[in-house]
């Protein structure tokens, strides 16, 4: 079968399948198999398709994500790569990462908190070069994923496998990034791939989805520095308990995602 002839098939499969975008998908998948820029496929047309192909286009009617079939997944201009050990980025982080890089002070001792493919942290170790990051996270598998990352990037970083902030001296660090695990265990509004394919531990906080947050702004009051940010990403919805959580800050402010979902809770101490 030619390339243009797989294009279209696969394309017919995946919209029966459900998956928004088929065609680009499709696309997507080949361009990979071929080891070419997407546009370039036109050109290879009447090529025969690969064999690989047909084993990814199963892997995705099969409901896996698309990041992980690919090994990565684009964050704030740049590729990262993933993993099923970690999170795949979600656009509604970088309004977390904008307000960092806006808010650290110069010279800012930062750290991002369950760090996962390590795009928050990386990210703002580039945007900020005058900032300095610690990495941690509870699972050493996504710590390994973070620190190639760092390298890829050429950024860098220190790593430590914590539990959210425990081990960190009293007023010791200036900013504090985080997007916790924030979804209930038994949230029926999860999507049931990512139920299925992303780690656990990176998605679900206890009964309530709160059991991180609750934590980590304890935490938080302690490590920060006076005039110190904490930053943490939070699910629609848990804007209020969360803001009642940091009753030790000075002040107090909501940023929202491109959708208009109340997404970022930041603490000025
Ligand atoms: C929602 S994911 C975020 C990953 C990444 N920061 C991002 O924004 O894509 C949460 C991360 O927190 C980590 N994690 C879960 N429980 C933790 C804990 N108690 N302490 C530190 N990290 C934890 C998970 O392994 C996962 O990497």
Same mark, same amino acid.
């Given at each position: 079968m030619t390339v243009r002839d797989w294009l279209t098939q696969a394309a017919d499969r995946l919209s029966a399948s459900g998956v928004a975008s088929p065609r680009l998908e499709a696309q997507v998948l080949m361009a990979h198999c071929l080891h &070419? *820029? /997407? *546009?370039?496929?036109l050109l290879l047309d009447e090529q025969d398709a690969p064999h690989d192909a047909d084993v990814l286009l199963k892997r995705r009617l099969a409901g896996e994500p698309l990041a992980y079939i690919l090994g990565w997944k684009e964050f704030y201009r740049r590729r990262f790569e993933v993993n099923p $050990? &970690? #999170?795949? +980025?979600? +656009? =509604?982080t970088e309004t977390l990462v904008e307000a960092v890089i806006e808010l650290a002070p110069p010279e800012a001792l930062c750290v991002d908190v !369950?760090?996962? $493919? !390590?795009c928050i942290g990386v990210t703002c170790a580039l945007e900020r070069s005058d900032t300095r990051w610690i990495l941690t996270d509870v699972s050493r598998e996504a710590l390994h994923v973070a620190q190639r990352n760092a390298c890829h990037h050429a950024v860098a970083c220190w790593f430590l496998q914590a539990d #959210? #902030? $425990?081990g960190f001296q009293p007023k010791s660090v200036d900013v504090i990034a985080c997007n916790p +695990?924030? &979804?209930? =265990? %038994? *949230? +029926? /509004? #999860?999507d049931p791939s990512v139920r299925k394919f992303e780690p656990a531990v990176a998605l679900f906080a206890g009964e309530t989805g709160l059991e991180h947050l609750s934590r980590l702004a304890v935490q938080a009051a302690e490590v920060l520095k006076s005039g110190g940010w904490l930053l943490m990403e939070v699910g629609e919805g848990q804007t209020a308990h969360v803001l009642s959580l940091c =009753?030790? %800050?000075r002040a107090c402010i909501v940023r929202k995602d491109l959708a208009g979902i109340e997404r970022v809770v930041i603490a000025a101490y």
């Open positions: &070419v *820029d /997407r *546009d370039r496929l $050990s &970690v #999170l795949i +980025p979600r +656009p =509604e !369950g760090t996962g $493919s !390590g #959210l #902030l $425990s +695990p924030y &979804v209930a =265990e %038994a *949230d +029926p /509004r #999860l =009753e030790k %800050a």
